[in-house]
């Protein structure tokens, strides 16, 4: 039996075609549910990211603090940004896996300013009742953070929600010897998860890092920012999530340039190193990325780039 020569063509480009498909993983879908609001379906996971607002901060010196102030500016200033403030956005993850809705971070405290706050209209708008909210999962205990989970009237925003934090992040926050200890600057960090969490202890769950927090969520260790600071993996879906939290302040300087040292960075060095190792995790995976400080929809694709990466969101 001899094959023709159009059927050889035939074959070939239906092999084609399937190596095409095999190689080329298409990139989930986003849709903007409204401003703020975007989701995106990971097969039987329904993510969504929810803007809680931003604030922007001067730009000085201690911004970065190991690179000159005019490299920052360079930097900012290549994509067509304000070289006098940095605006940094708050962006919340909900994830809705194995019956489970959860969200990842809290949000501001309302008062903080009037350009935060907005997590719980984004989540009426994604039609997400903030009662109906199973877990909150938390990162680390920064005021911006945990502070949303109050409201102005001081009520909870999520009555029904367990709270899921990483046991060494309240261990380090809550001891009194080193609140005792600590600079003037840095005590009303110490009194913020006092005041929003400590009166919750029946609701709250203390997992230590590592520990599968619920179906599907996987909870790393990710020192650095914060002695204590989490991140999580999502592995129920068609693409494994991770949400790297305060992992990198805004993209254009941190995720570009993950050797500089932040100025919200506890352990600047430690969260240098982790930066590059979370990074380099989602790259080689292939996972998408959500990130609290990211910009646009603040869920997306990481690549290498330079000395360092490149953050894509989806959906802008
Ligand atoms: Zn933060």
């Keep these: 039996m001899s094959i023709s020569r159009r059927t050889l063509l035939a074959l070939g480009s239906a092999l084609g075609a399937l190596w095409f498909a095999a190689c080329s993983t298409p990139e989930p879908r986003a849709v903007s549910v409204a401003p703020g609001v975007t989701r995106v379906q990971l097969g039987n996971v ?140 840095m005590k009303a960090a110490f009194a913020a998860p006092r005041r929003v969490l400590a009166p919750l202890a029946a609701s709250i769950v203390r997992f230590q890092p590592g520990d599968m927090v619920l179906p599907g969520i996987r909870s790393l260790a990710a020192p650095g920012h914060t002695a204590g600071h989490t991140v999580y993996v999502v592995e129920g879906g068609d693409r494994k999530l991770m949400y790297w939290g305060d992992t990198s302040n805004v993209p254009n300087l941190f995720v570009r340039n993950p050797d500089w040292a932040g100025r919200f960075d506890m352990d600047a060095e430690a969260a240098s190193v982790m930066r590059r190792k979370l990074a380099d995790m989602v790259v080689d995976q292939n996972m998408l990325l959500a990130g609290y400080h990211l910009s646009g929809s603040a869920i997306g694709t990481l690549a290498r780039r330079g000395n360092g990466y490149e953050f894509t969101p989806l959906g802008n």
């Design 46 to 185: 329904t993510a969504f990211t929810i803007r809680d607002g931003h604030i922007p901060f001067t730009l000085d010196a201690n911004f970065v603090r190991n690179v000159p102030l005019a490299n920052v500016q360079a930097a900012l200033q290549a994509d067509g940004l304000s070289t006098e403030r940095v605006d940094v956005p708050y962006t919340v993850l909900f994830v809705e896996t194995g019956g489970q809705r959860v969200l990842f971070d809290a949000g501001n405290d309302e008062q903080r300013a009037a350009t935060v706050g907005k997590l719980p209209d984004g989540l009426r708008a994604a039609g997400i009742d903030p009662k109906s909210i199973t877990a909150v999962v938390f990162s680390h205990f920064h005021g911006d953070h945990i502070g949303g989970l109050r409201n102005k009237a001081g009520e909870l925003v999520f009555p029904n929600a367990k709270l899921y934090v990483p046991a060494p992040e309240w261990d380090w926050w809550m001891d009194d010897e080193r609140m005792a200890k600590a600079p003037e600057g």
